[in-house]
């Protein structure tokens, strides 16, 4: 009397979230150069607007809206625009730099 082996739909290692057949083969892997500081310029760039254009609607808002102590997001926008700030100060250190590493 032998019993055939289960299989368990529950995942052979934990924290695993792609199975091992749809996981590309090494061949299949698109590997990004490390000198490509164009392409990532590019993408912190885009990332600085998303966050800037969220950060003005918030300020927009705030000032159309009623003022209510409830509701009060000042301080969080003060933290956004600070953040903002900073991050465009690390962005020009780059746009700067880059070039004097490529020489």
């Not at 009060?72 to 956004?80: A, K, N, V």
């Amino acid at each position: 009397m032998g019993s055939k082996p289960r299989h368990s739909s529950r995942r052979k290692k934990a924290g695993t979230s792609v199975s091992e057949k749809s996981k590309p083969s090494s061949s299949e892997v698109v590997r990004r150069s490390p000198s490509d500081f164009d392409a990532l310029l590019g993408r912190f760039s885009d990332a600085l607007s998303i966050l800037a254009t969220a950060t003005r609607a918030l300020s927009n808002t705030q000032e159309d809206s009623e003022p209510s102590p409830d509701h009060d997001i000042g301080e969080d926008i003060t933290t956004l625009e600070h953040g903002l700030s900073v991050l465009r100060a690390v962005y020009d250190e780059f746009d700067v730099g880059i070039p004097e590493l490529r020489e």
